[in-house]
Structures are given as C-alpha cells and as structure tokens.
C-alpha cells in the first residue's frame, strides 16, 4: 500500500508541465526541489508552504545553478494548482479572488492572495521520509534535470551545510555572548556568509531594524543584507546577537559609523557628515527611534557589540 502511494506520487513528478514555449523551462521541477529542500531542513512544517523570501532565494540558488532564462517563482507556485496534490489556501478576504483568478504572474501578487499552499498529506509524509523524498528528488531531478546532476547534488550539500550552520547560530544564544572569538565558528566563507545571513533573516523577517522597511521584489528578492555590529574581521564572530538585519543604505551608514544604537536600543545619528534633501528621508531624522527587536528577548542583539560600535562612532 505505502508502495502504491509513492508510486502515485513518482508518476505525478513525471508528468509535471515544462514551459516548451520558453526553451523548457523547468519552474515547476526547480519549485518542487527547492520545497523538498526546506522540508528536509525542517523548515517547512505542519505542511504549510508559504511563498516567502527564504524559498525565493533556495528557488534563485537552483535556478541560476540550471538556467540563465529570466526567474519567476509566481508562474510555478501558482501553475501547480493544476496538479490534483498542490493546494492553494487564500488570506483572509482573498477566497474569491483566488477563485476566480487564472493567472498570477508576480510574487508580489502572490502573497497578496495566498497565504500559503499545501501538499497532499500523504505526500507531505513521503517527504518528511527519508528514504521516499531521495526517491521523489531523484525523480524530478532524472526526469527534468539529468544533465544538471552534479550541479543539483553540489547545491544540496551545500544548502544543507548553510542551514546546518544556520541553526547552530540561533542555538549559540545559549552560550554567553563574547565580543570576540578566537576562531570564527564556521571556517568555510561559502557557509558562514549565507549561514549567517539565513539566521539573521529567519530574526527579522527581511526587515531593517533601523528604517522597518521590508521590501521584496517581483521576484521575491530583498533589500535587507546581514550586518555585523562588530565587522567579522574584528571578531570573527557571527553571533546572531552581534548581527542586525538592515537594507543597504543603513548597511553602509553603519558601517561606515554614521549612525549607531544606545544601551536601550535608540538610534543615534553622527553629527560628522553632510546631509542635503528632504527632512523624512535624511539619517538625521532616524535619531532616537527605537530600533525593530526580536520576539524573543534571548535573541536580542547584544548590548556590548553597540557599545563597541558607539565607540568607534564617538572617536571618528
Ligand atoms: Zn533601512
């Protein structure tokens, strides 16, 4: 019987729709191997598939392995409800819309209306087994991709050692915070950098804590960038408390010391530069906002990772 149910599911992975029309493209396979990928790490659970920033970039990191065609992980998200194992549940208020819709073509889109998707179950449990979900990737991957196999095999080593790390940072809060290590806790920069990344954004949800600005891309990419409180070169540390998540101007403002954060986690804004243009969009005016905080307060950043930062701001 469980035999037939994997069966079932191996012919459904064999007879996915290819995009002929643009030179096969594969966004259904790459959508399904990225989700296979996020259920193995444990990330997605209780069979809920939202389509969130963190499965745009697994999906971009497979896409770009495999293609130079243009990304659109909408097409495969969306298209995949013609499939009799893929469900679409709507937000709140979306339900007739999401009935009546045929096509959404931007991620933007997307999450507006759907809140997330699901498999079957008996599929969701087939990929919660080891053994089952090599078998259903080894599918998608012989059928669609065979020319690309050591490519995708190369990825998802990868992608586990990046998660690995990643949630050995956010299990380190337990160790008391220290200003600097003596050896970086991940040696190899291919893991530690997007490693770190992937933790500080699981915290912050691809928000600045300075400006709270979340922006996303029709294709699901963001603004927001990981950012060191002490610079790794001088810490070698990736202590998710001595990371914040920031878009890209309040990235190089504060590393270049232009602003920085209080003891009680106020913005503090560096009188040392000029500033021209309008008021609401200058540095100065972020002095003494409150910056964005984690929920769990284990999480916060640390107050001694500042205090080095105000240093180095106040002696420029
Ligand atoms: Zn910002």
Not at 264 to 275: A, C, G, I, N, P
Request: contains cysteine; aromatic residues 10%.
């Amino acid at each position: 019987m469980a035999n037939e149910i994997l069966q079932k599911y191996i012919r459904e992975f064999s007879s996915l729709r290819i995009d002929r029309a643009h030179g096969n493209a594969p966004h259904q396979p790459v959508l399904l191997l990225s989700i296979i990928e996020q259920i193995e790490q444990g990330q997605i659970e209780n069979n809920e598939i939202p389509p969130s920033p963190h499965l745009v970039e697994v999906f971009l990191k497979y896409w770009n392995s495999i293609t130079n065609r243009k990304p659109n992980i909408a097409l495969p998200f969306f298209h995949l409800k013609s499939r009799s194992f893929w469900h679409h549940h709507p937000n709140p208020d979306y339900e007739k819309a999401l009935e009546v819709v045929t096509q959404i073509k931007t991620f933007s889109q997307l999450r507006k209306i759907i809140s997330h998707a699901s498999l079957d179950e008996d599929l969701f449990a087939l990929l919660n087994q080891p053994l089952e979900r090599e078998i259903l990737r080894k599918t998608l991957i012989d059928k669609y991709l065979p020319h690309r196999l050591n490519e995708i095999q190369r990825i998802i080593s990868e992608e586990q050692q990046i998660s690995g790390f990643s949630q050995e940072l956010l299990n380190y809060v337990q160790h008391e915070f220290s200003i600097e290590l003596d050896e970086p806790i991940e040696s190899d920069k291919k893991i530690r950098e997007p490693g770190f990344r992937r933790a500080i954004m699981r915290i912050y949800d691809y928000t600045c804590v300075v400006c709270k600005l979340q922006i996303l891309t029709l294709n699901g990419e963001s603004v927001t960038e990981a950012a060191h409180i002490i610079p790794f070169t001088n810490s070698n540390n990736d202590d998710v408390r001595n990371g914040i998540s920031l878009c890209k101007l309040h990235h190089w403002a504060f590393d270049r010391f232009l602003f920085s954060v209080d003891e009680s986690f106020y913005v503090t804004v560096s009188d040392l530069m000029t500033e021209n243009g309008p008021a609401e969009w200058k540095l100065a005016s972020l002095n003494g906002k409150e910056i964005l905080l984690p929920e769990q307060q284990e999480l916060y950043p640390a107050k001694e990772a500042f205090a080095w930062h105000r240093e180095k701001m106040l002696s420029q």
